[in-house]
């Protein structure tokens, strides 16, 4: 009841091109939704997160896409750049858990030139 | 502003041995959570600390252990290290109020390797 299923594992794309990963949740108690991203060597770091009464946020070229019915959300990064290139995890977490995030099994995606 | 600061950033140890890693939270910020990152089983939640005291706990045996400080630095300890323990160790603060949704920033990590 406490996962978070990620895919892909992994993700190859051209630059300029959309990524699309995708993350499905069991606990119905979720009420935060954070995508992260992580650089070999570096520490996770915050990219944009949403909450269930929202279907989508959109922070720059990052996209949180929400569906609370089918339980799944995803992130969507417009005109992917080799920068891009790192590994990036979905997580979740409820009310009065406040820094017990679940994690995502992460996805490494590489942009290329 | 300074961001999460770990402490040793590399570590090697041997099986049966302990180690204590230290975490600096930014300033102001009162929460602090541990996190385990392994290739094989991800990032995995140790526990939170909050005001001095221990908030939440994953499920990791009593070999982990944690505490902070009044002024909110953070450490955690493994004794009797077994070669499973070689992992990246996050810590990460945030403000920490009682709803989700606080920003959790994280430092760069501990590595610990046990042979």
């Known amino acids: 009841q406490q996962q978070v299923k990620q895919s892909p594992q992994s993700l190859i794309v051209q630059k300029g091109g959309i990524s699309i990963i995708n993350c499905a949740y069991e606990n119905t108690a979720f009420d935060y939704f954070p995508w992260y991203q992580q650089f070999p060597g570096k520490g996770p770091a915050l990219l944009i997160a949403?909450?269930?009464?929202?279907s989508e946020k959109k922070e720059g070229r990052f996209t949180i896409s929400f569906n609370k019915s089918a339980k799944q959300f995803s992130l969507h990064i417009m005109d992917s750049q080799p920068g891009d290139s790192a590994t990036y995890f979905c997580?979740?977490?409820?009310?009065?858990?406040?820094?017990?995030?679940?994690f995502g099994t992460g996805t490494l995606l590489a942009v290329q030139p | 502003k300074a961001g999460v600061t770990q402490t040793p950033r590399y570590l090697i140890k041997t099986r049966g041995q302990q180690v204590t890693l230290s975490c600096s939270p930014i300033?102001?910020?009162?929460?602090v959570s541990w996190y385990q990152q392994t290739p094989g089983q991800g990032l995995q939640f140790l526990f939170e600390?909050?005001?001095?005291?221990?908030?939440n706990k994953g499920n990791f045996p009593g070999r982990f252990s944690g505490r902070q400080f009044s002024n909110s630095r953070s450490e955690m300890n493994v004794s009797t290290l077994e070669l499973g323990d070689s992992a990246l160790y996050l810590c990460?603060?945030?403000?920490?109020?009682?709803?989700?949704?606080?920003?959790?920033?994280f430092g760069e990590g501990s590595w610990l390797t046990v042979v």
């Open positions: 990460a603060s945030s403000l920490g109020g009682t709803s989700s949704g606080n920003t959790i920033y």
């Open positions: 600390y909050f005001s001095e005291t221990q908030r």
């Open positions: 300033s102001g910020h009162r929460s």
């Open positions: 997580a979740a977490s409820k009310d009065g858990a406040t820094n017990k995030l679940i």
């Open positions: 949403i909450r269930p009464d929202v």
